[in-house]
């Protein structure tokens, strides 16, 4: 009797370490990774994904972030600022430009005209160009803007040299200055010979002043020009 005990004993015994043994083989089994997870880091063509479309949609902004931080921390970039900062505060001692000026900037580049406009203080300052930088330069094709007539105080152009159209350009600043405002372009540098033929460019303007300016490294000449009441 107690043999048999023993014996059915034993075999309880057996039967549970292999049961014990099965689950651990069990458990070490699942908590392996399947093979389609892989590691990021140890698969370098593996590109991480966004981890939700909210992260997607964060993702480009914070690269234009950082490509416009490392840009406008560049000399050049602060040279090209300071340089439109001497017109802008030569239009201000003119009283053409205050706080409150509205200002278009046509064909903004990459806005360093926006900017300098912004350190002056102004707190309305559109830039437009083919190619938008954000956030100082919306896309806009300066031959055709997209605004309503006399909507800005200040029209600035440095690049009328550039434009396709220079008759078709110049009649858009013009439209979207409203009468007392004043449009100011700048051209590679030029006496009254040459500043006469840009004059005959605007139709609304009368000439206020020109004036050799040293503009993005370039010798530049500034025209500035009165939005008048139109007789047609
Ligand atoms: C206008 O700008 C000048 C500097 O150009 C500044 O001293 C002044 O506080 C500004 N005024 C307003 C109302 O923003
Ligand atoms: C700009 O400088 C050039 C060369 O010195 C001169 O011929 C021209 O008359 C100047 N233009 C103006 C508007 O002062």
Sequence with gaps: ME????????????????????????????????????????NPHHKPHPKSSCDAAHRPITTIDKRNHRLWSTNAWRKSVDSFSAIFNHLQTLKHLNNHTHALVSSAGGGQAVMSLQQIGLHEITGVELIDSPPLV?????????????????????????????????????????????CVVCVEECGDGEVKEVLKLFRKLEFSQARNVTLMGSKMTMIITRRIKTRS
């Design 3 to 42: 043999k048999h005990i023993q014996i059915f004993l034993k075999k309880i015994s057996y039967l549970s370490i292999t049961i014990a043994t099965l689950t651990l083989l069990l458990t070490f089994l699942f908590q392996t990774p399947p093979q389609t997870c892989i590691d990021p880091k140890t």
């Design 138 to 182: 919306s896309r806009a094709d300066p031959h055709n803007l997209p605004f309503f007539d006399g909507v800005f105080n200040l029209g600035f152009s440095a690049h009328l040299d550039q434009a396709l159209f220079p008759s078709r350009y110049v009649r858009e600043l013009e439209r979207t200055v409203r009468v007392g405002g004043v």
